[in-house]
């Protein structure tokens, strides 16, 4: 998995501490999940919202995890923007719990947009297609 800065260890007097990205990276138990828990850690501006944080995450068996169904529920409840919608419907179709049309892209700024391709070509196995700006 790509580290970002939303993903290194913090540090609290000397201790590190896994953040919540490592976490839930750490918990998710298959390819399409680690990959929406990827995108959401290099997107960063959703997961440090309180109220998807409050839809999403839960700690079960003393493990950090993703409730997938729990955010799909509540999706329109959250008091997003059509772009931080789309995004999290994108990635909760990548978990399968939810469908998204190919049309909410259009609400997508350059940078999710740019996180949804990377994470279609991880879930497609294919490493050799790169996603970047043109030159």
Known sequence: MTSTAASSPATDGGRDHPSLGDLLAASATSLRRST????LVEEEKL?????VRAALVAKEDGVMTCRWQ???ARL??????EGERAFLGFVLSMVGV???HL????HLDERRLKIV??????LAGNDRIAIGARL
């Open 70 to 72: 729990s955010l799909a």
């Open 103 to 106: 049309a909410a892209i259009e």
């Open 47 to 51: 997961l440090a919202l309180d109220n």
């Open 76 to 81: 329109y409840t959250l008091d997003l923007d």
């Open 36 to 39: 929406a828990v990827q995108a």
């Open 117 to 122: 391709l990377q994470a279609v070509v991880r």
């Open 98 to 100: 939810r469908q998204c």
